[in-house]
């Protein structure tokens, strides 16, 4: 048994190097000409530019008490690197309709970082009723950019209950 398992995650370890050694070789046999100009974060952001529906489930402050939330609602990635969205958190306390947005930053393999530094409390009309602090989220692109993979995470200074934990994931929409 333990041999198979051995053999099972050889199997699959060099799968993967396989096609990461395919996805290198394919760079260099790139015909000349057409050598990609834009930088790293241009590239991962392009890949996960559209609209996401969204749902995160965890625990965060609602004002109150630091408790269960669910939070869904979608969200468009632009080609620059911004993210923009509106959606509804529930917690305890009620649920509220919010708007976010900010700029991403992306380091090696895309894993990126935004930081939402619009974080409003907004009515159905769209009018903003109150700005909440920043929240930041790491994430990922899966599946060729039609998922993505986050969580919640501290905005610099931030501690202790003021501190999300969400997980979230998001589908492309379009």
């Known amino acids: 048994m333990f041999r198979s398992i051995r053999l099972a995650a050889c199997t699959l370890a060099c799968s993967i190097a396989a096609t990461s050694i395919a996805a290198d070789n394919g760079k260099a046999n790139a015909k000349p000409g057409k050598a990609d100009s834009r930088s790293s974060a241009q590239v991962c952001a392009a890949k996960l530019q559209g609209l996401y529906g969204f749902h995160c489930h965890g625990s965060a402050f609602n004002g109150v008490v630091f408790g269960p939330v669910t939070?869904?609602?979608?969200?468009?990635?632009?080609?620059?690197?911004i993210y923009?969205?509106?959606?509804?958190?529930?917690?305890?306390?009620?649920?509220?309709?919010?708007?976010?947005?900010?700029?991403?930053?992306?380091?090696?393999?895309?894993?990126?970082?935004?930081?939402?530094?619009?974080n409003d409390i907004?009515?159905?009309?769209?009018?903003?009723?109150a700005h909440l602090p920043p929240a930041s989220f790491d994430f990922i692109g899966v599946d060729g950019g039609k998922e993505i993979?986050?969580?919640?995470?501290?905005?610099p200074g931030v501690t202790g209950d003021q501190v999300p934990r969400l997980a979230c994931r998001l589908v492309r929409v379009r």
């Open 71 to 81: 939070f869904v609602g979608i969200v468009e990635g632009k080609g620059n690197g």
């Open 84 to 118: 923009d969205g509106h959606g509804t958190l529930s917690s305890s306390s009620g649920s509220i309709l919010t708007h976010f947005a900010g700029p991403a930053t992306f380091g090696a393999n895309c894993l990126g970082h935004v930081d939402y530094t619009t």
């Open 122 to 129: 907004v009515q159905p009309d769209g009018t903003v009723v």
């Open 149 to 155: 993979l986050g969580a919640g995470v501290a905005p």
